[in-house]
């Protein structure tokens, strides 16, 4: 299933999938980077993600940006002034608590600010190949689709992911799903009839298709 996805979304040019090519595979750019992306299109993430990390490529750098200038780099980011102020927190904390490292835990990852689960989990699996599931919308959205789950938040469908799906999945589970809720199975008028998954779907909550 998430092999078809992944092909299916990559002939429709999923934006979600330039984002390796565009900050690396470091921990401190991916995490960057989830920050960033909350409410945001992939494509203004990226520029915005790549501004940032041009010049402040470590967090002892980010560190000595104020606010003000973090917020003018990331702008036009969703919730900009809000994530300017995290990012500038969360580089002190990196410094002063994990030895100017991004950590590789998931309590000390979400005692950094601006870090909740979904950003935590896509960190540990992206940057530290570990078995964790980042369930954001798109997540959230398709597996209650498929019927892989049955849960009303996030935060349940992640708790459910993580009990149904085998831990040689987890780390690879987030990346296609969210390409192909960008591609195909789109929050409105999904587009089922072209789905490579249309004939197992049971459609679950879909009004209304293509
Ligand atoms: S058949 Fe429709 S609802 Fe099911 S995965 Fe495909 S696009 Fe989504």
């Known amino acids: 299933m998430l092999r078809l996805m992944q092909r299916e979304s990559s002939r429709r040019g999923a934006p979600v999938l330039s984002v390796e090519s565009a900050i690396g595979r470091g921990a401190f750019a991916i995490l960057i980077f989830t920050v960033l992306s909350a409410r945001t299109r992939d494509e203004t993430t990226i520029k915005a993600g790549r501004r940032l990390l041009a010049k402040a490529p470590t967090p002892q750098k980010l560190a000595r940006l104020s606010t003000a200038q973090i917020s003018r780099l990331i702008h036009p980011?969703?919730?900009?002034?809000t994530k300017a102020r995290h990012l500038?927190?969360?580089?002190?904390?990196?410094?002063?608590d994990f030895n100017g490292k991004v950590p590789s835990t998931f309590e000390s990852l979400t005692s950094l600010p601006g870090v909740g689960r979904k950003t935590a989990n896509i960190v540990l699996a992206s940057a530290f190949g570990k078995h964790t599931i980042g369930v954001d919308t798109h997540v959230h959205r398709?597996?209650?689709?498929?019927?892989?789950?049955?849960?009303?938040?996030?935060e349940k469908t992640n708790d459910a992911l993580d009990r149904i799906i085998p831990n040689k999945y987890k780390k690879k589970f987030n990346m296609p799903m969210v390409?192909?809720?960008?591609?195909?199975?789109?929050?409105?008028?999904?587009?089922?009839?072209?789905?490579?998954?249309?004939e197992g779907c049971p459609r679950i909550g879909v009004a209304k298709h293509r």
Do not use: D, M, W
């Open 77 to 81: 980011v969703g919730f900009y002034k």
């Open 88 to 96: 500038h927190a969360l580089a002190h904390k990196l410094i002063s």
């Open 142 to 154: 398709i597996s209650n689709r498929l019927g892989l789950v049955r849960a009303k938040t996030p």
């Open 179 to 198: 390409a192909f809720g960008q591609t195909v199975c789109t929050p409105l008028h999904p587009k089922c009839s072209e789905c490579p998954l249309t």
